[in-house]
């Protein structure tokens, strides 16, 4: 008879993994965003101060 308890605890176990993984990878991602509209904000800035003289 199958054991499907430990079927299920490796199951579980590797669908909690991968949720991590997908999580890290969500937040590494939206710090590059972020990262990247601050460059972005800095460049306008220094686009518009020069423009002016």
């Known amino acids: 008879m199958p054991d499907y308890k430990k079927m299920y605890c ?3 176990n590797a ?3 991968a949720i ?3 999580e890290k990878a ?3 991602t939206l ?3 972020i990262e990247s509209c ?3 904000n800095k460049n306008l ?4 101060k020069e423009q002016k003289f």
């Open 10 to 12: 490796e199951l579980f």
């Open 15 to 17: 669908v909690t993994d």
């Open 20 to 22: 991590e993984i997908l």
């Open 26 to 28: 969500q937040d590494n």
């Open 31 to 33: 710090d590059f965003l």
């Open 38 to 40: 601050e460059n972005d």
């Open 45 to 48: 800035e220094r686009n518009k």
